[in-house]
């Protein structure tokens, strides 16, 4: 059984850093791509970024180009999400997520596992 949890968010103003971290807390069974998404108050969810196995493969949304990075430690099981140059826009819950195999997704009906969510606030 898989249970993923998210850690690292906070409240930062306009033009701040965050890094979010996201592990499974369980066993994992074979390799798994992982994504984050995020869901603002009275909006629907939205995917932000994926990268595969390996780590040869990542893509954003285009709203965070530029600005987010992702990154993975498979040594550490660990998946990470660095926020820089912030917006008041990008406050949300933020989520991760993890798809059995190796390839990454932007669509929510591929991944298999969620976190929890943990909260940023961007101040303007």
């Known amino acids: 059984q898989v249970q993923l949890v998210e850690s690292g968010g906070g409240l930062v103003q306009t033009g701040g850093s965050l890094r979010l971290s996201c592990a499974p807390s369980g066993r994992t069974f074979g390799t798994y791509a992982m994504g984050w998404f995020r869901q603002a108050p009275g909006k629907e969810r939205e995917f932000v970024a994926a990268?595969?196995?390996?780590?040869?493969?990542?893509f954003y949304t285009d709203s965070v180009k530029g600005r987010f990075t992702i990154s993975r430690d498979n040594a550490k099981n660990t998946v990470y999400l660095q926020m820089n140059s912030l917006k008041p826009e990008d406050t949300a819950v933020y989520y991760c997520a993890a798809h059995l195999g190796t390839s990454g997704s932007r669509r929510e009906g591929d991944y298999d596992y969620w976190g929890q969510g943990t909260q940023v606030t961007v101040s303007s």
């Open positions: 990268i595969s196995w390996s780590g040869g493969t990542i």
